[in-house]
């Protein structure tokens, strides 16, 4: 995911974070562009009638986050839980680096915006993973290329918590600390829900952070549909890497069909599209929401 220049200057799944982080004025710009991003993507969720809304919901202050507030032009993103595609396309649409009229072709016949991560379709996307567990091992290649090649690229994976189900993202994990690959950053949707089930009745994988300790990385733990809360990870990643050649893993604890109550904290809402009166109360609980984080008058 390529930058544009435009730049604004604990632990619970959704309230504000306890140390804060940013200027309040970056949390207002943050919590605008997430607010417009939303809207597009459940605009394309219905007009496809496809589902996997809950898995954008989960995510989208994470990648707003990235996109806004962290990333740089010549920094590269893989969104290794691909199911939430939709998200990203609105979101490269928000930036100016996708033509919005290829939102309304989301999920169709001969789309460039399909289900899942296209291949060699989208600069911004430089891999195709709808296949999960995958996306942090693209990652450790291409920030061990970078930095035998002494290039100053970072690179950014959000995979779900579902994907540490698989071996391959132990793999990569131990192969970044082993390597100390600093030019890493790899943030976990925490949601504690995947396909079949709550993680940990699927299988258990807690206690998630001081496994990672274990393997190497500096852990942070964020609230990650706060902005104040993952502004204040960013600044204490940055802070490590100063000063430690060591990976970095923020565990950001979501919540599934995050801001949307019929859908939120469900299964259901993995694999679910939404009727007319869904789409309404969707679309009413998101402006809600928004005026409340933002202090406004929602009507």
């Not at 996708?98 to 289900?115: K, N």
């Not at 779900?160 to 950053?185: C, M, P, Q, T, Y």
């Not at 609230?223 to 104040?228: E, N, P, Q």
């Amino acid at each position: 995911m390529s930058l544009d220049d435009e730049r604004p200057e604990a632990d619970d799944r959704s309230g504000p974070g306890a140390n804060g982080g940013g200027s309040s004025t970056e949390q207002a710009r943050l919590a605008a562009r997430v607010f417009s991003v939303k809207k597009r993507f459940l605009a394309m969720y219905k007009r496809a009638n496809a589902g996997h809304i809950g898995s954008s919901l989960s995510c989208a202050e994470i990648l707003v986050f990235l996109k806004y507030a962290w990333m740089r032009d010549d920094d590269t993103f893989i969104l290794s839980k691909g199911h939430a595609v939709a998200a990203l396309y609105s979101l490269l649409v928000e930036a100016n680096l996708l033509d919005p009229r290829l939102l309304d072709t989301f999920y169709g016949e001969g789309t460039l915006l399909p289900a899942l991560p296209p291949v060699n379709a989208i600069k911004e996307l430089p891999f195709a993973t709808g296949s999960l567990g995958h996306g942090l091992s693209l990652c450790a290649g291409m920030a061990l290329g970078a930095a035998l090649n002494r290039r100053p690229r970072r690179f950014f994976c959000l995979t779900s918590d579902g994907e540490l189900d698989e071996g391959s993202i132990w793999e990569a994990a131990l192969f970044l600390a082993h390597r100390k690959l600093d030019n890493v950053v790899w943030l976990i949707d925490r949601n504690r829900l995947q396909g079949m089930g709550g993680t940990e009745d699927v299988l258990a994988l807690e206690p998630v952070d001081a496994k990672l300790r274990a393997f190497g990385f500096h852990v942070v733990v964020a609230a990650g549909h706060d902005f104040a809360s993952l502004l204040a990870a960013r600044d204490e990643c940055l802070r490590v890497q100063a000063t430690r050649k060591v990976p970095v893993a923020i565990i950001a604890n979501t919540i599934k069909g995050h801001g949307i109550r019929y859908m939120q904290d469900t299964v259901a809402s993995h694999y679910l599209p939404m009727d007319d009166a869904q789409y309404r109360q969707a679309l009413d609980d998101l402006a809600s929401a928004h005026a409340a984080a933002t202090g406004r008058d929602a009507g």
